[in-house]
């Protein structure tokens, strides 16, 4: 049983910046990896950034330069950096976390429940 927590959306303008943090608790598992992924209105979710526990990233062009994604592994904690925000950006993004069981040998994915960042032009 894995508990997904995120936070530090909000609304911010044009050119500002804004941290998300995602946080897994639970017992008896590890993490392979982390991602944000984003949903804005009319459009279907997409990924944005992913760091696995050793510390590879990987993002979506449309934020490259722009966006960090990190993790302390210590605390089971991802965090996502967004500067130079636009309004394209509004969206809302989800904390992905996957694991790997420990008590069934298995790997799961679960998700966070959502954090609205809404960017002002």
């Known amino acids: 049983q894995v508990q997904v927590v995120e936070s530090g959306g909000g609304l911010v303008q044009a050119g500002g910046s804004l941290r998300l943090s995602c946080a897994a608790s639970?017992?008896?598992?590890?993490?392979?990896?982390m991602g944000w992924h984003r949903q804005a209105p009319g459009k279907q979710r997409e990924l944005v950034a992913t760091?696995?526990?050793?510390?590879?990233?990987m993002y979506v062009d449309s934020v490259k330069g722009r966006f960090t994604i990190s993790r302390d592994n210590a605390k089971n904690t991802v965090y996502l950096q967004m500067n130079s925000l636009k309004a394209e950006d509004t969206a809302v993004y989800y904390c992905?976390?996957?694991?790997?069981?420990?008590?069934?040998?298995?790997?799961?994915?679960?998700w966070g429940q959502g954090t609205q960042v809404t960017v002002s032009s």
């Open positions: 992905m976390v996957d694991i790997r069981s420990s008590s069934w040998s298995a790997n799961f994915r679960y």
């Open positions: 639970g017992s008896d598992f590890s993490i392979n990896a």
């Open positions: 760091i696995t526990s050793g510390g590879t990233t």
